[in-house]
């Protein structure tokens, strides 16, 4: 990869970790408070870190680590270098998105802020912290369009050819994000800065929160289809195989494109104010959108057992021996796709109507999504950084630091277990989620999740200790690791595969999006237009 193109990935990249630092930082405190085991001081609070914690690790971690790892991938799959116009809308998007983070993180510091990572109305922040949010929306979109540039460049130098894999998947989840970012782009502007700048004295709480949802599913797919990019493309590389079908897997891609985002209201499926009938087109659609990770995780086996086997791996399950265990840009994010297997399955338990009713706003959520988005995503993430960073930097991934990434994959690993277990039991036996230290004033149930609370707290310790080990390694392999190439794994399939020509015509896949957009959100939007309540009174939190 060109130095100019490394340099702007690079530059995405650690102000993911530093982000990723901070927010580690603030996730081991609150777990502590939660678990009694420390007080904090009089002058933070327990909502303060967990916003800190949320908004850090939830959307300026994995936002910017997305960009830097998309850009450097286009620019590997399309010649090494990333189109001028690419480099220029890279670097204006990544002033924009650092800019809007110092907001965010200088208003949640003042504690004018603490409105956790969903900012849901009727808490208020300070105008400051939306109008971040909305820089790091519009860095983002314009990161999209530097992508888009090179792909044009491409296909006008390639008429005719089906794009890299790489980069379609990197353009199909920059389409998704782009539509997706629209409504909370709208709630942002037209609701929540007037209101948090005192031009209107209420808003439509209802309305505020199904275009916030409009946006916050997609949002977890925007953090998992990168991660996919890396197992579809990088690791059949690093176990030495191939892809297992090229249209299959823009056949997923264009699938989480489609139903990723007309589904937000699973998350809103105990709340009035949307009728019984559109949220089961919602929950329909919701399980729609489970199919491509079930396509994933077949393409994973095949990719692993066929490689296995041509390695000499024979019987039921002697294959699995064959794979590179002691890698770990191989390691981390297998690891990752184990924890996927509960958390897909605990997904669907939280679109299931009735059962929503037990688990939601329980702890057991923020257990799902510590095993998608904390386990499965930021595994595959640390794995890919393992070999990004010095493949960017021109080091070696040596065998030292590989080896101090396995033992940080398995602190990891071990932490994540743990907390988010205690958090599935809690949850289950209802327990809320984001709740300071509390004993309901020594209510028996209560003090029945006093132990798991603890096992939280040392699992949180336990990621604390990885993330830190983390950082250190990726501190050596961007200045210290030897000079060296390590090799940028780009996969490519067995034998030249016939795509579909259908799966890259856009103006078809965005139709389409548009017309299940409108028919999930087109009428309960318009009735909650129509019929909205008087208004919630601004609760400030400053
Ligand atoms: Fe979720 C809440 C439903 C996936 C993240 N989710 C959340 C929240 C977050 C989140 C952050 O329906 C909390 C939001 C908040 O603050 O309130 N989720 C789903 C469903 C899926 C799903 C149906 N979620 C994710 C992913 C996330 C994520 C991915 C982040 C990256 N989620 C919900 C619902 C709620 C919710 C409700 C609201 C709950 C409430 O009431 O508040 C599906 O997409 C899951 C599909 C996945 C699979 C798994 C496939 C497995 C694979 C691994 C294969 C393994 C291999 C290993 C190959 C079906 C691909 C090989 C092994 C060998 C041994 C060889």
Known sequence: IQRSAATLSLAYVWVAYAAFGLAALAGMLQGMVRGGIIELPSWTNYYQILTAHGVLMALIFTTFFIV?????????TTGGSLHGAALKFGWAGWILMVTGTLMAVVTIVMNEASVLYTFYAPLKASPYFYIGSALLVVGSWLAGFGVFASYRKWKKEN?????????FMGVTTYVMWIIATLPVAVEVLFQLIPWSLGLVPTINIMLSRTLFWFFGHPLVYF????????????IPRIIGGHVFSDSLSRLAF????????????????????????WKMIHVVLTLIVVIPSLMTAFSMFAVFETTGRKKGGSGLFGWLKKLPWTDVRFFAPFVGMLFFIPGGAGGIINASNQINAVIHNTIWVTGHFHITVGAAVALTFFGVSFWLIPALTGRKLTKIANRMGMVQTVFWAVGMFLMSLAMHTMGLQGAPRRTDYTTYMDHPTALGWMDYQRVMAFGGGLLFVSAVLLILILLYLTFYAPKGNTEYPIAETETKQEVPRILERWPVWVGLVAFLIILAYGYPIMEQIQHQAPGSPPFRTW
């Open 68 to 76: 830097g790892f998309i850009f450097s991938g286009v620019a590997r």
């Open 159 to 167: 008429p005719g050819k089906m794009s890299p894999l790489f980069v």
């Open 254 to 277: 264009i699938c989480l494109l489609l139903f990723s985002i007309p589904v937000g209201f699973h998350h809103q499926l105990m709340e009035p104010g949307i009728s019984a009938g």
């Open 223 to 234: 953090w998992l289809m990168p991660a996919y990019m890396a197992w579809y493309v990088c």
